[in-house]
Every structure is written in structure tokens, then in C-alpha cells.
């Protein structure tokens, strides 16, 4: 049964107090301009509760596993109060529902219907910021009660070991935070970027990364227009020049990855991913009829297949084989360690690496995203559209082996 631990520190044994009360905000803090009132959970002076003691602590078995909460602690005496900060968004681990994998939390030992092998270099997931506005009708953005994204990214960032950062942005372009409607009883959170705007959320490395073998990336997004590795204005061939500073182990790293995925082989799908054939819930933006899509792109890069001399990137909708890369075994690291052999996909530190949102021609929502520094066997791969599909309302394709590159 999922539950919430709360402990804390009472400065006011002295003042004779009466009892111990503890609140909840449920989706949102409790000074959110869109919180619900707060639920009382109990108020009394037994056990963790006792207002002369002054370590206090609480169980909230009431919590409900894949939900938001904040709490806050007041310690009473008749009317008057004494109350403590608010805690920091709580996020209860869903086991049954969430995706497990090594290192995680829950990790991969844990849950019950979703369990990766291998553990993601980042895991990032809107559900876990504050609640956003659930507009009455999905046709039309109205923005009038929706919350500007402008600062605290790193709230959605469920697995970050490589510490990597949110790209801040301006108020004006700042996207809106915003619950969907998908159908079935599900409703998930989006951050919802406008149309023709300029800027969009995006993240940078904090340390240099890099991953030699492979890559596998997980997108929910709708109007998915294109998928920057790395962003337009930051031209890799800039970044990733053959100097010794872009090696590891003679190893250039970045171009690789860009060449099979984003612009020179996949450009001629990538404008039309929207009328794909694996379609997601409706999402009626203002501008046409959009589904929402689980796109993957995975990289083969390792001395297997190297070896069968197939290097190749492809691209899914849903489970469904949409797109391969050109063959790029003659420019793998395996080739040899010399400038101009490449490894899968690298980033330097105060480069940005992505663009979450695509294109800014169209209104574009982004929910979830996992990247992973190899490329997944079809079970993972299979596993993780599983939980995405699940959580977001789309039946996946199931892949087999003969599927995938390799």
C-alpha cells in the first residue's frame, strides 16, 4: 500500500500547546493560485502527534500511488497556530503502473507490470511537476487559467544521473503547463508551447557525456516536426570539430547520431510524423486535428554490428518501424580510432543537447521522455512502450527481434 512519511521538529513544546494538526494539498502547493483547500488528515495529541514532544512524525496512508501532495505541520493551542513551511511537491511511486529499471524508484525488482533491464541516463516526466489547468474543451488554447513554465524544470526530471539542467527561458515564450484529456478516464499533464513562438524548453549537461555503442530515446509529444540531438543554431560539425577535446579514447562523439537521425536520412519523414500510421488519443489542438505519439529513435553502434556491417538508426511511431538511417558502418569508431570515426551520441557541458518541443510552427505538447545510452533489445524496448502506452492511452505495436538493426 503506497504511503507518505512526514517527520519534523516542534519549537513550541514551551508554549503549552494542545495538539499537533496535519494538512495536505493534493496536485498543487497550498499557495498555488489553482490549490483546492487543503484536507485536514488528523489533529489530535497521541503518538507522532503529541504537541510536547519535539520530534513529531505522521504515516499518510491516504496517499494514492501516482499522485502529487504537499504537506505542512501546525502545532495548536485553542485558536492560535503555529505553522510549519510547506514540503516540496511528494510524488507517490506508482509500483504497479510505473516503469522500473535499475537504479530507479521504483527500480526494476520492484513493479509489477513494467520492468527495463537497463537503467536510462535520464528520465524526464511532466506528471511529476504541479497539476496544471484542465481546460473545458481541448479545441482552442485558452490560456487564461493555464501556469506559465518558466523556472523549476528539475521537478519533472525523474532520473537524472548524469545532472543534467533545464535551459532557462523568457516568460513570453515560456510554455503553458496543462492537463489533457485522454479518453478512458485518463487525464495526463503537458507542457503546451503556442505556436510561432521562439523558444522552447530544452536541456544542457552539467558534465561532458558520452555514450560509444548506442542510444535509444522515448518522446510523448504531438506535432512532432522534428527531433533535434542537438539544436539548429548549435551546428554539431561546430561542436564536434575532431580536436582533442571532442575524443574520448579517440573517440569523436555527436555527429553520428545527428547524420542517421535528425536532417540528412530522416528529413523526408520527419515533416509528415503527425499523419504517421500509429495513431495516439486526440488531442484537437487549435490548429488541426493532432494525435499523440511515442516516438523512439535507436542507434546501433556497437562491435556486434559492426561486425554484420549494419550500422543503421531507425525511427518508431508507437512501436511501429517507420524510418531506417543510412548505413554507417564505414564511419563507426570500429572502423578505427582516427578523426572522423564516430560513436553514437555525446554532449559537452553549457551546450544545449535537445529541444523538447520541435518546431515552433505549431502548437506542440511534450509529456514524458526517457533516453537510454545504448540500444535497447526489443524487450526494453517493448517494456517501455508498454508503460508509455498504458499511461498515456496508446496500444503499442509489439516489436520482435527481427524488428530492430542489428
Known amino acids: 500500500m503506497p504511503s507518505s512519511n512526514l517527520t519534523w521538529t516542534n519549537k513550541s513544546t514551551n508554549l503549552n500547546p494542545t495538539s499537533t494538526k496535519v494538512e495536505r494539498s493534493e496536485g498543487f502547493t497550498f499557495d498555488h493560485a489553482n490549490a483546492s483547500a487543503p484536507v485536514v488528515l488528523d489533529n489530535n495529541a497521541t503518538a507522532g502527534l503529541d504537541p510536547e514532544q519535539a520530534n513529531g512524525s505522521y504515516t499518510d496512508t491516504t496517499a494514492e500511488a501516482g499522485k502529487k501532495y504537499s504537506y505542512r505541520v501546525s502545532t495548536m493551542k485553542g485558536a492560535e497556530q503555529a505553522t510549519s513551511i510547506e514540503s516540496p511537491m511528494t510524488h507517490i511511486e506508482d509500483r504497479v503502473n510505473d516503469l522500473g529499471y535499475p537504479n530507479g524508484a521504483p527500480d526494476n525488482t520492484q513493479t509489477t ?11 524526464l516526466d511532466v506528471q511529476r511537476l504541479e497539476a496544471g489547468y484542465v481546460a473545458g474543451t481541448n479545441s482552442g488554447l ?19 544521473p548524469y545532472g543534467f539542467a533545464m535551459s532557462a527561458l523568457a516568460y513570453s515564450s515560456a510554455p503553458y503547463f496543462q492537463t489533457r484529456d485522454l479518453g478512458d478516464g485518463i487525464s495526463q499533464d503537458f507542457f503546451v508551447q503556442p505556436q510561432n513562438k521562439a523558444l522552447y524548453p530544452g536541456f544542457i549537461p552539467t558534465q561532458y557525456v558520452a ?3 548506442g ?12 527531433y533535434a540531438v542537438v539544436s539548429k543554431s548549435q ?17 569523436v562523439y555527436g555527429s553520428l547520431w545527428r547524420e542517421n537521425i535528425t536532417w540528412a ?8 510524423i503527425s499523419g504517421m500510421p500509429h495513431a495516439g488519443p486526440d488531442l484537437s489542438t487549435y490548429h488541426g486535428t493532432e494525435t499523440l505519439k511515442i516516438i523512439a529513435m535507436r542507434l546501433n553502434n556497437d562491435a556486434a554490428s559492426y561486425a554484420t556491417g549494419n550500422i543503421q538508426a531507425q525511427l518508431f511511431d508507437g512501436g511501429d518501424v517507420v524510418a531506417n538511417g543510412h548505413n554507417q558502418v564505414d564511419r563507426s569508431y570500429h572502423a578505427g580510432t582516427t ?10 557541458p553549457s551546450l544545449t543537447a535537445y529541444n523538447l518541443m520541435g518546431t515552433t510552427y505549431y502548437e506542440n505538447l511534450f509529456a514524458e521522455a526517457l533516453y537510454f545510452g545504448e540500444a535497447l533489445d526489443h524487450n526494453d524496448m517493448n517494456m517501455v512502450f508498454a ?6 492511452n496508446v496500444s503499442p505495436t509489439v516489436l520482435t527481434s527481427n524488428d530492430l538493426v542489428n
Not at 142 to 160: A, I, L, Q
Not at 387 to 392: A, D, I, P, Q
Open 387 to 392: 508503460y508509455l502506452g498504458n499511461k498515456y
Open 211 to 213: 555514450f560509444a555503442n
Open 215 to 226: 542510444a535509444t530515446h522515448f518522446h510523448v509529444v504531438s506535432s512532432f516536426k522534428n
Open 339 to 348: 578523426a572522423g570515426k564516430y560513436g553514437a551520441v555525446g554532449y559537452k
Open 235 to 251: 551546428d554539431p560539425y561546430a561542436q564536434w570539430d575532431d580536436s582533442v577535446g571532442d575524443h574520448v579514447n579517440g573517440v
Open 265 to 272: 536520412a530522416l528529413d523526408q519523414v520527419l515533416p509528415s
Open 113 to 123: 507490470q513494467y520492468s527495463c533491464s537497463v537503467e536510462p541516463y535520464m528520465h
Open 142 to 160: 485558452d490560456t487564461s487559467n493555464m501556469t506559465r513554465v518558466t523556472d523549476g524544470y528539475t521537478g519533472f526530471m525523474k532520473h537524472n
